[in-house]
């Protein structure tokens, strides 16, 4: 794995979330959230609800050294992860995913202003943001167009012994300034 010359892990603090980075410590609070197989019902993966499937995910996260923790700023629960990864400095490319919210969390704008925050911080460091989605994920793919990202195709994956159907989004900086976040001074 290639680290980027700029962090890919910082705090930042937005108005409905703070994003930190993951630490080892955070395995039991982000498990309690993860363990809701609703969070996982449209994934490929969908058994990430279960520990022992979970900590592999967890593991991954953590060798990514790109993993945040979601944190909700009013009560200061975690609730969900997000992360970089897969830089490649010669496509000026950075993969955004991995991401998951606890269902009390959805359509509050929690995962857009995490969005906001993980895009306002790396288009200063890339030219674009790659999504590799689930297929039938229909609601990380809406999300996603929402932001502004462009459909670049389908494609078939293999992720330990699974074959998944995958689409890959791209998002650029003027994507992200004109879609649902508008985000200015980018």
Not at 151 to 169: A, T
Request: aromatic letters at 12%; hydrophobic letters at 40%.
């Amino acid at each position: 794995m290639t680290l980027p010359p700029f962090d890919i892990q910082p705090t930042l603090i937005g108005e409905k979330v703070s994003l930190r980075p993951l630490a080892e410590t955070d395995f039991e609070e982000l498990y309690a959230v993860a363990a809701d197989p609703e969070i996982w019902a449209m994934h490929p993966y969908r058994d990430r609800y279960k520990r022992e499937v979970f900590e592999g995910f967890f593991a991954e996260a953590m060798a990514s050294q790109g993993a945040f923790a979601i944190v909700d700023k009013a009560t200061g629960n975690m609730i969900g992860s997000s992360r970089f990864a897969n830089y490649d400095g010669a496509a000026g490319e950075i993969e955004i995913g991995w991401t998951f919210f606890a269902c009390s969390h959805w359509r509050g704008g929690f995962n857009r202003d995490a969005k906001a925050l993980m895009l306002r911080h790396i288009f200063r460091h890339v030219r674009t943001v790659v999504f590799q989605i689930g297929a039938h994920n229909l609601r990380s793919r809406t999300a996603v167009e929402r932001l502004g990202g462009r459909f670049i195709r389908e494609y078939k994956r293999e992720y330990r012994g699974q074959i998944q159907d995958y689409v890959m989004y791209h998002l650029t900086v003027e994507d992200a300034r004109n879609g649902a976040l508008a985000l200015e001074g980018i």
